[in-house]
């Protein structure tokens, strides 16, 4: 195995397996799935596994939709330790908070996987989300989200060497690319990406449009919800939950985004 870039890949030597008898030898680049523990004045709170880089964005996006802070500025230090053993090297933050109580609030008691947002919460009730329903008015048109998908597939470097990485990108409602993040895990790329906005002071996100690269489900219309992103569309389909948090929280739906159609799951009237 070989390591490249900030170890978003890694190469690996392969057997190629034809339909017949044939077999090659050969480099194959697969996407770097590692854990990440947050620590909290040096103790241990949680550990997501992503692919790293960006992970600053991913740590401070993280705390807010799940709650623990509000703003970028209630983080005071984000630090790397460096008295690691090798393994824990590049993959350990350690976060001081401007109200170490709010630390509390992190209700994780396992370890959150690439393939789930939720894993590691105790009770039912602890995914529910208290917010105020969406109401901007923001608007984009049907021509304009049909092309999202094709300005969202050429800035995804990591998935093109892979094939194994989700992405999250924002845009404005005139379909301009505003930044884009890739991850394992579906939902650490939209932390990612709400983690950058954070940072650059423009939370809420109400007059942008999210586009994700896979399918939708709950937690990923919770974070848009905590984000305030009224427009989320997807190239695959939602899941009932989704639908149903989208209807309640006032967000537009949409899945299945080709460029010769849609389908609207929730609150449709943004879509001009």
Request: charged letters at 25%.
């Amino acid at each position: 195995m070989n390591m490249t870039g900030m170890w978003e890949t890694a190469s690996y030597s392969i057997e190629r397996l034809d339909g017949g008898e044939t077999e090659q030898r050969r480099e194959d680049v697969l996407a770097v799935e590692a854990p990440l523990e947050i620590r909290f004045a040096g103790r241990p709170a949680a550990v997501l596994m992503r692919t790293p880089g960006h992970d600053e964005e991913l740590v401070r996006g993280y705390l807010f939709t799940e709650g623990i802070i509000g703003r970028a500025d209630e983080i005071l230090e984000m630090t790397r330790p460096d008295d690691l053993a090798p393994g824990l090297v590049g993959n350990v933050i350690d976060v001081r908070l401007a109200s170490m109580r709010k630390a509390a609030r992190l209700d994780r008691s396992n370890v959150s996987s690439a393939s789930c947002g939720v894993c590691g919460k105790r009770s039912i009730a602890s995914i529910e989300i208290a917010a105020e329903r969406i109401d901007a008015p923001t608007e984009v048109a049907r021509e304009v989200l049909s092309t999202l998908p094709g300005k969202l597939k050429p800035a995804q470097p990591t998935f093109r060497l892979t094939g194994g990485v989700h992405a999250s990108g924002l845009f404005t409602p005139e379909g301009e690319l505003v930044a884009v993040r890739e991850d394992v895990g579906r939902h650490n790329a939209l932390d990612k990406l709400i983690g950058w906005a954070l940072a650059a002071d423009l939370i809420p996100l109400d007059r942008r449009v999210l586009l994700l690269s896979g399918r939708v489900s709950h937690e990923l219309i919770q974070k848009a919800v905590a984000a305030s992103i009224p427009i989320v569309a997807a190239v695959g389909a939602p899941s009932s939950l989704a639908v149903d948090l989208a209807d309640r929280f006032g967000i537009t739906l949409v899945g299945f985004l080709r460029p010769d159609g849609m389908n609207a799951y929730a609150n449709s009237s943004r879509i001009r």
